[in-house]
């Protein structure tokens, strides 16, 4: 029996990261039974590093699939510790079984699946949820504009396209505790440093409370509709929804009536 | 006294909020990135930036550019003879507001309505202007949604659609009668006489030339419009033909549901009721079935006693439990429409299912794994490790999946 290969990554490693390792892994020959993927943590000493990697054995070079890169790009998007030895699985079952990635009963890919849509659903809600507050700087001309965000995963290389699609005229940053997206004149950064959060008092916020509060119709409430929609924990960083229970005793009070 | 623009705004958005529809899907994708600076993006299934307690999204900023109206339509909250209160933005108002909430990311565009004020065309061409602004002078590609006044000048509209995305006209009431007993003013060959000018013209945008010129552009999100239920007498089935027509006859992109809400300082003509919100949901899901699942509307209510769709349970259910014979079936097996037909499997479902199958023989765990509610789905399928007790000669059907009774609320 072989000896399980150890490999050492940080938390917050990249798709790059684990490409590197899993491709020589491949080329090498280890099946994902043999591999354990280690997270490095703040105890760990700088020695803590992966094991040499097995000699090469020369095999006839092989492609993945596009659908396969794409779902592992999406899993090692996660924060949970197992998608590193999960996306290998995935990886090296796909390589050894045609088809595969298609089979949604098998517990791997419905695993992988499973992780893909969490990351679709964190895009998409960091998509809708993220707020600008404008930040006067003066004798500038270009508008500037930050935002605080938290994502649930390291999700900010595949979101960063859409806010630098939309906003070209203004200067933007995104701060969040996985790391910043920030355009500045015509460049697009990403960055992986926890970020602290900026408090800015931005006055059209008061508008767009006033279009909150009138385009609601108190003769329809659906507060279960609301809350699976747009979850309790976006609301800490959503300030119209402090205005929830207020539109809700006036509702009751026009309903009276 | 003139009011502040906070003051203007709640009117306004105050008095946008009875049409339903807040989409800001279905257009062309397009960025900022290409042809210079701009701001503004589209997405191909839309964004909701916000909730209300209401259960309704925050997509679009949704307003009117005035609520005064010459109109007397007994359902709407602006008719001329309503008490509330007037008031009414300028072009540039609305170019400023729609910027500024775009910049913040609280919307994805504008949806842009308004009381007919003056004349149909002097409107529809104040709401072109807000949205050729937008378009031309600020390089705004966010979405945008233009309410269409239906005799407004062809001119105006082949304009519209070249800035909007979506243009919407109502048909308000399912029927003819009903609108021509509440809406005096409009009429129904009217408005369907420009559905069909709209989609004349989407058709002939979608055509190249035989010299290989492009037409222009007409509003590549299509056409939606809206009808109200429960002001009128109008039965589900009414309200489903109507939708069958309107989806056929002019390839409306969405219709609207619109349960009646009682509008502050109502008409006498209407109606004292609580807007029938389940009606409301059970006719959406009809309409879901139509679109997505191959349904037709007549086959949802023909076995309906009342011309309505029964409010107990969903209308695939009740569809289901009236076609028992051709239950339970057999997951391995059935064709893909079948397979649409099954209590409990959406579209998204029946493609795991349709791929898994090429792949192994499916069990009930399978079925877990395609997150599928074994549940819902149990008393009208067979695998082989599974087989309801014989489904058809259950007479207490019904009861099994009528949802548990619960006291009514006082208010």
């Known amino acids: ?257 | 006294m003139k009011r502040t623009f906070s003051q203007r705004l709640a009117i306004l958005s105050d008095a946008a909020k009875y049409d339903a529809s807040c989409a800001s899907s279905g257009t062309e994708k397009r960025t900022s990135k290409s042809g210079g600076k701009g701001l503004g993006s589209t997405e191909s299934s839309g964004i909701c930036h916000a909730f209300t307690p209401d259960g309704r999204c925050v997509s679009l900023l949704k307003i009117l550019m005035t609520n005064f109206c010459i109109y007397d339509c007994a359902y709407c909250i602006n008719r001329i003879f309503s008490g509330v209160e007037r008031a009414r933005f300028s072009a540039e108002d609305i170019v400023w507001l729609t910027l500024e909430f775009y910049r913040r990311n609280y919307i994805e565009g504008l949806f842009l309505s308004s009381g007919i004020i003056r004349s149909s065309d002097y409107t529809m061409e104040e709401l072109v202007r807000v949205a050729r602004t937008l378009r031309l002078d600020h390089n705004f590609r966010g979405y945008i949604h233009l309410k269409t006044i239906p005799d407004a000048s062809p001119e105006l509209l082949a304009e519209a659609g070249l800035y909007a995305d979506r243009l919407s006209i109502n048909v308000e009431m399912p029927t003819e009668q009903g609108l021509a007993s509440y809406a005096p003013e409009k009429n129904a060959a009217g408005i369907r006489s420009a559905m069909g000018h709209i989609r004349y013209r989407m058709d002939a945008a979608r055509e190249k030339a035989p010299s290989g010129r492009r037409p222009p552009r007409f509003a590549p999100g299509g056409q939606s419009t809206q009808m109200i239920v429960g002001a009128d007498a109008a039965t589900d089935q009414d309200i489903l033909s109507s939708s069958a027509s309107l989806y056929t006859g002019y390839q409306l992109r969405r219709v609207y549901y619109s349960a009646f809400s009682p509008i502050p300082d109502a008409s006498v003509k209407l109606p004292l009721i609580r807007p029938p919100l389940l009606r409301e949901h059970r006719l959406y899901q009809a309409d879901w079935l139509f679109r997505f699942y191959g349904f037709n509307f007549q086959e949802l209510t023909e076995n309906r006693p009342d011309g309505m769709l029964d409010l107990e349970m969903d209308p695939k259910l009740s569809w289901a439990l009236d076609h028992r014979d051709i239950f339970p079936v057999d997951i391995n097996r059935a064709d893909r429409e079948t397979l649409f037909r099954i209590p409990g499997i959406g579209p998204r479902s029946v493609i795991a299912l349709l791929a898994a199958r090429k792949h192994r023989t499916i069990r009930l765990e399978d079925l877990e794994r395609l997150k599928i509610s074994i549940r819902k789905i149990r008393p009208f399928i067979t695998t082989p490790d599974w087989r309801p007790t014989r489904l058809a000669d259950r007479t207490d059907l019904r009861t099994l999946f009528k949802p548990a009774p619960a006291q009514l609320s006082l208010l």
């Not at chain 1, 029996?1 to 390792?21: K, N, Q, V």
């Not at chain 1, 396209?161 to 906003?167: E, K, L, Q, S």
């Open chain 1, 1 to 257: 029996m072989m000896l399980p290969h150890a490999i050492t990554l940080p938390a917050d490693a990249s798709f790059g990261m684990w490409r590197d390792h899993a491709r020589a892994l491949l080329q090498s020959n280890s099946p994902p039974e043999c591999v354990e993927w280690r997270i490095r943590s703040a105890q760990d000493d700088l020695f803590a590093e992966s094991d040499p990697l097995p000699e090469a054995t020369p095999t006839s070079h092989k492609t993945v699939q596009r659908g396969c890169v794409r779902l592992l790009q999406r899993i090692l998007c996660h924060t949970s510790p197992d998608r590193f030895a999960l996306a290998y699985r995935v990886l090296w079952r796909t390589m050894h079984q045609a088809g595969l990635i298609r089979a949604a009963t098998d517990p791997d890919i419905a695993a992988a699946n499973h992780m893909a849509h969490q990351i679709r659903r964190d895009v998409h809600d960091m998509k809708s949820y993220v707020r600008f507050r404008e930040k006067k700087i003066p004798d500038r001309n270009e508008r500037h504009f930050v935002s605080w965000f938290e994502p649930d995963h390291h999700i900010l290389e595949i979101v960063a396209p859409f806010f630098a699609g939309r906003f070209t005229d203004m200067n933007w940053l995104i701060l969040t505790p996985k790391g910043s997206i920030a355009r500045n004149g015509t460049d697009c950064i990403i960055t992986r440093e926890p970020c602290a959060r900026e408090t800015i008092e931005d006055e059209t916020e008061q508008l767009w409370y006033t279009y909150y509060r009138s385009i609601f119709n108190p003769a329809r409430i659906k507060l279960k509709t609301m809350r699976s929609q747009m979850p309790r924990k976006f609301w800490k960083n959503l300030p119209e929804t402090e205005l929830i229970p207020e539109m809700l005793v006036s509702a009751q009070r026009w309903k009276v009536q």
